[in-house]
């Protein structure tokens, strides 16, 4: 009786609960289409001047630059303007250039601030080390919706500082997007018809890792392993323990080099690129290894006919498997 009336009680608070779950409204994100009739359209602009930090352990980097806006009508951008994905709100630096908004003689207002800030950016390692990115600035006004303020970018004066690098990457060039965010939420203000959506902006710098990084540094030290185990593949098979020792050795290596990497990396969830690469290294190394043993059973029985034999098909063993490897890495890169 005690059991079913547990059971009761929990159903009902269940029945309860679900209509409140299933009425949740879920927010969204679309592409910017058209402007409405009533919207005060802000140009703004950006130039970064010095890009750092970039850290995919903790999805951040640290932006120091110009944006600036160019308006037409009462509404003032920059007394309102957030930035959504800054980090850490109290190290912001913003400084505005002009005591008050420059009027220039066709009535549009402007102003121009110099920040610094970490922004946030969750990083997809899936093809790292041959991982691009958007480092993506967002800008979006913490008051006035869609329907009162929307921006555009400034396209002919917007771009990045000549001798703008950023350490251990490749700059590509930078994109923009605009879109509408829908928080599905007045935040408890009912006074605003439209206050759940608001406009926003990204500015996006597009980076990569150099190539060399992952040939030299990366790529290099593993075949240099798989090579060092497939030595054993041309020795004589009658040194059974030296045979064995090599590809056994280089096991213990490729693990001590996965990890080497993989500890300066977040944690992902899955493999990422160079781990499938890994993976095609272990089974290589593993079979090599397991060849040795099994050719080394009964070695001293065999005569010369039968050893130069062997030595002939680890050869062919050796050339396959340099192949399967080639052609796996390839094949990887390319699907990445």
């Not at 029945?15 to 009739?37: H, Q, Y």
Request: glycine share 6%; proline share 4%.
């Amino acid at each position: 009786m005690l059991k079913c009336f547990v059971t009761a009680i929990i159903s009902a608070i269940f029945a309860l609960a679900l209509p409140a779950i299933a009425d949740a409204k879920e927010g969204s994100v679309r592409p910017f289409t058209t402007a409405a009739k009533s919207a005060e359209i802000v140009t703004v602009g950006f130039y970064p001047i010095n890009v750092f930090g970039v850290d995919p352990a903790t999805s951040t980097f640290t932006y120091d630059g110009y944006i600036w806006f160019r308006w037409k009508g009462a509404i003032d951008p920059t007394k309102t303007v957030e930035l959504t994905n800054s980090v850490g709100k109290s190290s912001l630096t913003k400084q505005l250039l002009y005591d008050a908004p420059q009027v220039a003689p066709d009535g549009s207002k402007y102003q121009i601030m110099r920040i610094e800030s970490q922004f946030l950016k969750p990083f997809s390692l899936a093809s790292f080390p041959l991982d691009q990115h958007d480092l993506s600035v967002m800008l979006e006004d913490s008051l006035y919706g869609a329907d009162q303020l929307v921006y555009e970018i400034d396209k002919l004066d917007t771009g990045y500082a000549p001798n703008l690098s950023i350490s251990g990457w490749k700059l590509h060039g930078w994109t923009d997007e605009r879109m509408i965010v829908d928080y599905a939420s007045t935040f408890g203000d009912r006074t605003e018809a439209q206050q759940s959506q608001f406009a926003r902006i990204s500015f996006s710098m597009n980076i990569s890792r150099p190539e060399s990084y992952f040939v030299w540094k990366l790529l290099l030290p593993l075949v240099v392993v798989l090579c060092g185990a497939w030595i054993a593949l041309l020795l004589n098979p009658t040194l059974t323990e030296t045979r064995a020792a090599l590809p056994a050795s280089a096991l213990l290596t490729t693990v001590f080099l996965q990890q080497s990497y993989t500890g300066t990396l977040p944690e992902t969830g899955g493999l990422v690129l160079l781990d499938k690469i890994y993976v095609v290294a272990y089974v290589l190394i593993v079979f090599t290894l397991g060849r040795v043993i099994v050719k080394s059973l009964n070695i001293e029985q065999k005569d010369e006919a039968q050893i130069q034999s062997l030595r002939k098909k680890d050869a062919i063993a050796l050339a396959v498997q340099a192949i399967i490897f080639a052609a796996s890495s390839v094949a990887l890169v390319a699907s990445r």
